[in-house]
């Protein structure tokens, strides 16, 4: 069994905000070799695997309107180099950063989750670097020429890998499909191929720069890894290794709380004899509050009066001297000659358009401003009886609130004596409670004091286990970080010591692949084979022609042949490939749709692709993952069909988002 090394796919859950989206790809707590997503279209088979991709650092998520409707965050489960981690990277706007931390999903984790930038992928601190790291791609430069000895060099990412592990459904069968179309991807897909394989041009140049840096790096882990230990050693953690310390103290703090609790029912039982005196206390106590809270109530209620008794009565002030103030004060009336100081028989007003008094003529209609017509009088009266009527009013909510407030002024003298005589009988009952109960309860009160005592004294030990159990765990992940890199080292250095020709050492990668690719048409029935065969610029060729002029159907085989090739030979030769492997629509063109090749379907079963994976995996790829989506898949790997989706609201799921049946 090949050791298990780069990135497997455990779980991916999509969060969302009543409720979460989850795809296994486990089997009884372990990866699945062969993982099949089965369903109908636009179901969200193809959006399982890029969001698989996503988590692994690409720059886009599936944007289906229920996705963005219902989803906030993707979690990816994954195995790096055996040790499961869960990177979350938000949904809506394609996130910049990732957050990574070691543990799995559902399980209570209290690993330190580390923020990873997405770009730059040469960023120390980056997700690529992360994972690159753990398919001892760590550090590897791309050459934008590759014929250019003095070409400026970009860092290998995480994306370019994800050619070589991701075959999406608009690349099979594609015409394009190396990329033909934009000759700076072919070249560094090719440059991708070589670096996996090893047997890049210059690779002696290369792998000192890589052996240099990751020294560098190398130092940096065992200095920070020398810190960390001498401050947990200072933090006396090395009791949080061992597992013994731990369980005694749960153990001890479990007994301590059961002892409280049979405590506290036998100093219960031992004082029933009290009860009478409990319930007096009790109604005494009761009676107290009681009498307290009327006294409260009354002496508030006084306090809210006085200030209302006082505005009453400036009030009544106010509407006296309005009433003198009309009978003094009248300067718009003219009840009194002017002249003789005489009262006027008639009040002023108008005869044939003129003032009576000084017999002007006045403009249309007549205004008296200083005279009052008779039937002002009336008005006047009746304003003045109103101005009476609100006297009276007011006099008489006076007096009421000033009878209130004698009362309550009279009732606060025995309120208080009985809130006094309450209180006073509540101590005599709370003191005869006591010195009946003090006796029999003195003896359970020091006891509880003391297991009180050590109680709290074990839950800060347990408090302190925990704090070093973190600090171990970041010490194993320093340790971890350094063994990699030692072990990263060695390999570059050995590679570096190994060298051979570089022309020679590919040529044998290609006549593998080529191999396999043949081997695999062959295995699939494709018809009429002949000279198949990947030439040196990585282009398959079927009957001694390039991919590009067969028919739709044989572009299909002959593109799953090309990937599958490739990573078959990676994993068996222990390149630096991540191990596993997504295929997107592996029946494109082969029955399914207008676009159906029937040459190319009667004369191959899908079974056969699905035979060939199930055969390889359980021999030469013991250790690898193939994940799988595809429409209908044949009887034969039924059982490996981790979930299948019938867009058919009667048949669960529905879809990837199972709750989006619209």
């Known amino acids: 069994m090949t050791e298990a090394h780069g990135i497997r796919v455990r779980r991916l859950r999509l969060v969302g905000i009543g409720r979460n989206y989850d795809i296994d790809f486990t089997t009884e707590g372990r990866v699945q070799d062969l993982s099949v997503i089965s369903g109908a279209f636009s179901s969200g088979k193809t959006a399982v695997l890029e969001f698989v991709a996503y988590g692994l650092g690409a720059k886009n998520h599936p944007r289906h309107p229920e996705v963005l409707r219902k989803v906030r965050s993707a979690l990816l489960e994954v195995e790096l180099s055996g040790d499961s981690h869960i990177i979350e990277r938000a949904v809506g706007e394609p996130s910049t950063v990732a957050f990574v931390r070691r543990g799995r999903l559902d399980q209570p984790s209290f690993a330190t989750i580390e923020k990873k930038v997405i770009a730059p992928a040469g960023d120390p601190q980056s997700l690529s670097s992360l994972l690159l ?35 999406p459904n608009e690349r099979v069968a594609d015409k394009n499909f190396l990329f033909e179309n934009s000759p700076p991807r072919k070249h560094k897909l090719r440059q991708v191929v070589d670096v996996v394989f090893g047997v890049h041009d210059d690779r002696a140049v290369e792998l000192g720069s890589r052996i240099k840096q990751l020294e560098g790096r190398l130092n940096r882990s065992r200095a920070e890894l ?15 290794t061992d597992p013994q310390t731990r369980l005694d103290a749960e153990r001890q703090l479990a007994s301590i709380t059961a002892q409280l609790e049979e405590l506290d029912e036998r100093a219960h039982a031992a004082t029933t004899f009290a009860e009478e005196l409990r319930q007096t206390h009790r109604r005494s106590a009761e009676e107290a509050r009681t009498a307290s ?38 300067p718009l009336r003219v009840r009194t000659c002017p002249a003789c100081l005489n009262p006027l028989s008639v009040p002023p007003h108008v005869i044939d358009g003129r003032c009576s008094m000084c017999d002007h003529d006045l403009p249309e209609p007549p205004d008296l401003t200083l005279g009052a017509a008779a039937g002002n009088n009336t008005s006047e009266q009746a304003e003045q009886l109103d101005v009476a009527a ?20 009279a009732s606060l003298s025995s309120a208080r004596q009985r809130a006094q005589t309450a209180s006073l009988e509540e101590q005599r009952a709370a003191k005869a409670l006591d010195e009946a109960t003090s006796p029999t309860v003195s003896t359970f009160l020091v006891a509880r004091d003391e297991l009180h005592r050590r109680k709290e004294a ?22 971890g970080l350094v063994n990699r890199q030692e072990a ?62 067969a028919s739709s159907g044989a572009r299909t085989l002959i593109t799953l042949a090309w ?19 997504m295929i997107d629509s592996p029946q494109k063109n082969l029955g399914h749709g207008t676009g ?61 988002i199972d709750d989006e049946t619209g």
Request: aromatic share 6%.
């Open 458 to 479: 074990v839950t800060r030990q347990i408090d302190q286990l925990n704090t070093a159990s973190k600090l171990q765990e970041g010490l194993a992940k320093r340790a």
């Open 293 to 330: 809270a009327v006294l409260r109530d009354r002496e508030t209620q006084l306090a809210r009066m006085l200030p209302l008794r006082a505005q009453y009565a400036d009030d009544l002030l106010k509407l006296g001297m309005l009433a003198q103030a009309r009978q003094l004060f009248d």
């Open 226 to 240: 020398a810190a960390a230990t001498a401050f947990v050693a200072e933090q006396d953690g090395e009791t949080a």
């Open 596 to 656: 159906r090749d029937s040459l190319i379907a009667d004369a191959v079963s899908t079974d056969d692709f699905y035979r060939h994976l199930t055969q390889w995996l359980a021999r030469h790829g013991n250790g690898a993952q193939v994940i799988v989506a595809d429409n209908s898949p044949p009887e034969l790997i039924e059982d490996r069909v981790i979930v299948r989706f019938s867009r058919d609201e009667t048949e669960p799921p529905y879809g990837l």
């Open 563 to 581: 990937q599958l090739a490739v990573f078959e030979t990676a994993f068996e030769s222990g390149a630096s490939h991540p191990g596993f492997l």
């Open 390 to 409: 609100e006297i009276r009013s007011t006099k008489a909510r006076l007096r009421e609130i000033t009878t209130y407030i004698e009362e309550l002024d």
């Open 488 to 549: 990263n080292l060695s390999q570059l250095r050995e590679e570096l010591a190994q060298l051979g020709d570089a022309t020679q050492d590919r040529n044998e990668v290609l006549r593998q692949i080529s191999t396999r690719f043949g081997r695999l048409l062959a295995e699939w029935h494709y018809p009429k084979l002949s000279q198949a065969h990947v030439a040196n610029d990585l282009t398959p060729l079927v009957r001694g022609e390039p991919y590009q002029v």
């Open 133 to 167: 790291s753990h398919c001892k791609l760590e550090g590897v430069e791309l050459r934008e020429a590759p014929t250019d000895a003095e070409s400026r060099t970009d860092p290998l990412s995480i994306r370019d890998l994800m050619w070589l592990t991701f075959l």
